[in-house]
């Protein structure tokens, strides 16, 4: 087996040890995959924003897998950075055997307030981040045939109020990957999409969603909006580590499917969006959300 050394680590080349890089390593999802194919045996690119810098995040892996984890820094909105680690992957391994794009969050708010660079920052983050990644280690995923997995969400196919833009972002995350899907084949990638329900990670915490004014014509909507949020969050029991798993045992199979959706709640969602008919629906959905957005006859929006 071959080592080199960068800077001061020595990391292993073993040719038969397959590497999977992560982006959004430094919380929630990302972080626990990083975890998991450490511990089933993969060599691990594990990448966020000034990674190098907050070194609390791996201190209990770094020990024990110090020379299969790979720390780097990458904030997916900078194509400077993505091109070092694609340079730094394609100069040390054969290639690169999995990708997942993980980086994400949520900018929730009412359209018509939305501010036009919180706007293009959600786009930046959730999908050219997605697809510039994508892009730049294509040669590298050719090369050992290797998959990619984006993650999308139960709001990557359902439109949900004050959530648009997010929405919009996990939208295009899923019509990029679909037309990747026959784009690559031919070329012996995979592409999968991960289609989450609502997991307890720092993703509520993470989340942008700016106070409305109390004049906004909104504000009750965003108010009502804020106390489901809150109670659901109180109720989310799925644990994120069954959908971690779920990428793993993917991972680790000669043929993906395009979409795996995680949760009782995602899998529920898609159900009725599958198997209802669009009137139906919409029916439903206009029905529940005007439960949940009851507007008040003396808000500034009843005129
Ligand atoms: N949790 C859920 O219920 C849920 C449901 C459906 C889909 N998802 C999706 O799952 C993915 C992971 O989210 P999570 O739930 O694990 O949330 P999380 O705990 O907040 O993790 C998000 C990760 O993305 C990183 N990130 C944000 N902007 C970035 C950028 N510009 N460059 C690089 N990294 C960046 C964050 O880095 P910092 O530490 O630097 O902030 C963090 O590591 C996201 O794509 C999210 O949309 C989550």
Redesign the pocket.
């Known amino acids: 087996m071959v080592q080199f050394a960068t800077g001061l680590k020595i990391f292993q080349t073993d040719a038969t040890m397959k590497t999977v890089l992560v982006?959004?390593?430094?919380?929630?999802?990302?972080e626990m995959l990083v975890g998991r194919f450490l511990d089933g045996g993969y060599r691990v690119v594990a990448t966020?924003?000034d990674l190098q810098k907050r070194k609390e995040i791996f201190s209990v892996l770094r020990p024990i897998f110090a020379d299969r984890l790979i720390e780097l820094s990458?904030?997916?909105?900078k194509s400077n950075e993505i091109q070092s680690v694609a340079e730094f992957v394609g100069s040390q391994f054969s290639g690169l055997d999995i990708l997942i794009n993980?980086?994400?969050?949520?900018y929730f708010c009412p359209l018509e307030e939305a501010v036009h660079d919180e706007v293009r920052r959600q786009m930046e983050?959730?999908f050219f981040?997605t697809l510039f990644m994508t892009q730049k280690f294509l040669p590298l995923l050719r090369r050992n045939h290797g998959c990619v997995f984006n993650?999308s969400?139960?709001f990557g196919f359902m439109g949900f109020p004050l959530t648009g833009l997010y929405c919009a972002s996990k939208f295009a995350v899923e019509g990029l990957t679909e037309s990747l899907r026959g784009e690559l084949r031919p070329h012996g990638v995979q592409v999968c999409l991960i289609q989450?329900?609502?997991?307890r990670?720092?993703?509520g915490e993470?989340l942008f969603c700016p106070s409305t004014p109390p004049q906004s014509p909104y504000a009750n909507q965003m108010g009502a909006y804020q106390k489901l949020r809150e109670k659901q969050m109180t109720k989310v029991s799925q644990n994120p580590m069954d959908v971690v798993n779920g990428v793993f045992h993917l991972a680790e199979r000669s043929s993906l499917p395009l979409r795996a959706t995680f949760g009782r709640d995602a899998r529920f969602a898609k159900l009725i969006r599958r198997f209802l008919p669009n009137k139906i629906y919409q029916y439903c959905l206009d029905k529940v959300f005007s439960k949940i957005f009851t507007l008040d006859k003396n808000s500034p929006s009843g005129g």
């Open positions: 982006t959004g390593a430094t919380s929630g999802f990302g966020g924003r990458l904030d997916v909105t993980n980086a994400g969050y949520g983050v959730n981040g993650f969400s139960v989450p329900g609502g997991y990670t720092r993703f993470s």
